[in-house]
């Protein structure tokens, strides 16, 4: 054994595909580290506790790690329930980092400042792969590694309110008064919200959540008052498959999101691009410039940004990392999670191959491996670390056997009407698939999917919008 292999392999970030990659690592009987920036395991997930996720247990237990848990006498929550964000941590995360296999490798407030390789910069070839991984923390700790896979994540990092993927004008100057994805609407933040008026921008499911909980605060709380800007002409994908999706939660998040706008409790605002934001007498004026380039104002006391998150390799900066221009993931990657092109459940397996950089032994998995593409789910980045971990291990016939299946989210795009002919994505899923590949993961249909009228300067042109996990 060289040794470069008797070191361990690094893991970034406690949180679930973190957690499941350690899990894989001790069966693969693999020497490992995880480093997390926060004080517990699943630090991220706990910001949005109260939120229930749509999708019941059994989509959001890796594989591994249960084996792991029922070994230790674990009591499995029932597989058809929605837990919490918090429930998710209590009930699996916190119980998985306390199991003695996995416990002493898990290192709280070790928050990874870059990597590099020992000795080597970005520029330096010879005797790459021999050299073990630089990974600097931000107290200046150096820990070694065989190999690193970064599952921080991207919470940290939310996409900025401004249409063309800069920060509106003036964003920065209302920060008081901007909150990013799902406050605790009904709960610890609900002072902030009652009596208000709240803007929601975004289209996604972190949209939805935090404009049903505005309602139930709004029945609640007279004087309050909710505004939903979305850049699109229809809130069809927001609303989703209602009865036709899988996981009916998923589905119902968009019908009661539908009851409440056309019953006039929501106001519904499309073609909103927001365009300059400035401090007004305690609140805050939004300017939105319309596609003819006429603009418009809208007051309001408190703007929830649900605009997505992107993500931040600047740590990896002397890594040698191949990205989509485009995408911001692996170049193999970005294809398959376009969401031009796919929704979240229509992304086919994919695992070490596809996530792949040339810097031998570096991977990006779970929702940073996606970059700007909304269309990750949980279940997915268990699959990418099985894949990574067993070619870690020299399996490459385990590695490359990667299987996925999802549930369909029973709506084809945006503007279901044009979906026709035997192309259709309700039709049935198919059933040949490519070699090496696993089961298909739902129906298709993306950005590409919809008209979006785009925002110019002088004249109004056509864009395409679209997707069902986006915001």
Not at 122 to 147: H, M
Not at 237 to 253: C, E, F, M, N, V
């Amino acid at each position: 054994m060289s040794t470069l292999d008797q070191l361990p392999v690094a893991v970034i970030g406690a949180g679930p595909v973190g957690l499941a990659a350690a899990a894989h690592l001790h069966e693969r009987g693999l020497p490992f580290l995880v480093l997390e920036a926060g004080d517990t395991a699943g630090a991220a997930v706990r910001q949005w506790g109260h939120v229930p996720v749509f999708s019941p247990w059994r989509y959001n237990i890796d594989p591994a790690a249960r084996r792991l848990l029922d070994d230790a006498g674990w009591v499995a929550p029932a597989e058809d329930a929605l837990p919490t964000g918090a429930e998710l941590v209590a009930d699996y995360l916190q119980p998985l980092a306390e199991l003695p296999q996995l416990k002493p490798h898990l290192r709280y407030g070790a928050r990874v400042e870059a990597i590099s390789r020992l000795g080597l910069d970005r520029l330096r070839t010879a005797g790459r792969e021999q050299a073990p991984f630089l990974i600097r923390l931000a107290d200046g700790e150096e820990v070694l590694a065989r190999a690193v896979i970064d599952a921080s994540g991207t919470w940290g990092t939310p996409n900025v309110l401004g249409a063309s993927g800069l920060p509106a004008r003036g964003e920065k100057n209302v920060a008081a008064y901007l909150e990013h994805a799902l406050p605790d609407v009904l709960g610890t933040d609900r002072d902030r919200f009652a009596g208000r008026h709240t803007l929601v921008v975004g289209a996604g499911h972190s949209a939805a959540n935090t404009l049903l909980s505005l309602a139930e605060l709004a029945a609640a709380e007279p004087g309050t008052e909710v505004t939903w800007a979305i850049r699109s002409a229809s809130p069809a994908r927001t609303y989703g498959g209602g009865d036709a999706d899988a996981l009916p939660a998923r589905g119902a998040l968009g019908s009661r999101l539908r009851e409440h706008v056309d019953a006039d409790r929501i106001r519904l605002l499309t073609g909103f691009s927001v365009h300059a934001l400035t401090p007004t007498d305690g609140r805050v004026a939004v300017v939105v410039r319309h596609a003819d380039g006429s603009e418009e104002q809208v007051i309001v006391d408190r703007i929830v940004a649900a605009t997505g998150f992107r993500p931040d390799h600047s740590i990896a900066a002397e890594l040698r990392l191949d990205l989509d221009p485009v995408m911001g993931a692996t170049r193999a990657l970005a294809p398959l999670i376009d969401p031009n092109e796919h929704s979240c459940g229509t992304v086919p397996p994919h695992g070490v191959d596809e996530l792949a950089h040339p810097e031998a032994g570096y991977y990006a998995v779970g929702m940073k491996s996606y970059g700007r593409a909304p269309t990750f789910l949980m279940a997915t980045g268990y699959e990418q670390v099985r894949s990574v971990i067993a070619a870690l291990a020299g399996d490459w016939q385990a590695a490359r056997d990667v299987q996925l299946d999802l549930p369909e989210t029973g709506v084809c795009n945006s503007n279901p009407a044009d979906s026709t002919g035997t192309d259709s994505c309700c039709g049935p899923t198919p059933t040949a698939q490519p070699a090496g590949k696993g089961l298909a993961t739902g129906i298709s249909g993306g950005l590409l999917s919809a008209p979006l009228t785009l925002i110019t300067l002088d004249t109004a042109n056509e864009g395409q919008t679209g997707g069902c996990c986006s915001s």
